[in-house]
Nanobody, 123 residues
């Protein structure tokens, strides 16, 4: 079992930055690929970014590539999403996710979800 708790969301102006954190509990944390999904109002949940269990491989959705950076610290059981140059269209609830592999996660297969944290970008 893996429990995921997100933090770091909030309100920011366009062009600003936020860093999301996801603290995980569970003794098998380091064996999971971790990542972030988001759901904007009126839209389906979509993949944002993922990182494999070693931290050596990452993947980004095209809409955030070059602006967002994912990282993980297995010693702290935490995954981060640094979001820069934020746009109003980044407004969404962001969910932390754990999957058996990065490829699976990119394809939407998730074993555990966090409860979500709201990110609002004003224009």
């Amino acid at each position: 079992q893996v429990q995921l708790v997100e933090s770091g969301g909030g309100l920011v102006q366009a062009g600003g930055s936020l860093r999301l954190s996801c603290a995980a509990s569970g003794r098998t944390f380091s064996s999971y690929a971790l990542g972030w999904f988001r759901r904007a109002p009126g839209k389906e949940r979509e993949f944002v970014s993922g990182i494999n269990w070693t931290g050596g491989s990452t993947y980004y959705a095209g809409t955030v590539k070059g602006r967002f950076t994912i990282s993980r610290d297995n010693a702290k059981n935490t995954v981060y999403l640094q979001m820069n140059s934020l746009k109003p269209e980044d407004t969404a609830v962001y969910y932390c996710a754990a999957s058996g592999g990065l490829g699976s996660q990119v394809n939407g297969k998730v074993d555990y979800w966090g409860q979500g944290t709201q990110v609002t970008v004003s224009s």
